[in-house]
Nanobody, 120 residues
Framework: QVQLVESGGGLVQPGGSLRLSCAAS????????MGWYRQAPGKQRELVAT???????NYADSVKGRFTISGDNAKNTVYLQMNSLKPEDAATYYC??????????????WGQGTQVTVSS
């Protein structure tokens, strides 16, 4: 069984920084990609950033230049460094991973979400 465990959310003032972490655990063959999505109240879940096992990254336009996604393949962990946070960044942030299990089939997995609040 595959699990994604997130950490690092919290309350921060506008202009501040937070770092989110997400670790994948369980029995699987490989992780093809990991990423972060967010969902604010009353809004649809949206992509924030993704990174492939090869290190290719993709960002939403709204976070480019402020957020940085990185990964540690050895630890099966993805990080999201969030700088210059704005009130509109407040949301529940969800970790996502596209994981190839032992049967070689690949599935999308989600973490439980971590809350990010940006307020003075």
């Amino acid at each position: 069984q595959v699990q994604l465990v997130e950490s690092g959310g919290g309350l921060v003032q506008p202009g501040g920084s937070l770092r989110l972490s997400c670790a994948a655990s369980g029995s699987f063959f490989s992780i093809d990609a990991m990423g972060w999505y967010r969902q604010a109240p009353g809004k649809q879940r949206e992509l924030v950033a993704t990174i492939t096992s090869g290190g290719n990254t993709n960002y939403a336009d709204s976070v480019k230049g402020r957020f940085t996604i990185s990964g540690d393949n050895a630890k099966n962990t993805v990080y999201l460094q969030m700088n210059s946070l704005k009130p509109e960044d407040a949301a529940t942030y969800y970790c996502n991973a596209y994981i190839r299990v032992m049967t070689m089939n690949a599935f999308n997995y989600w973490g439980q979400g971590t809350q990010v609040t940006v307020s003075s």
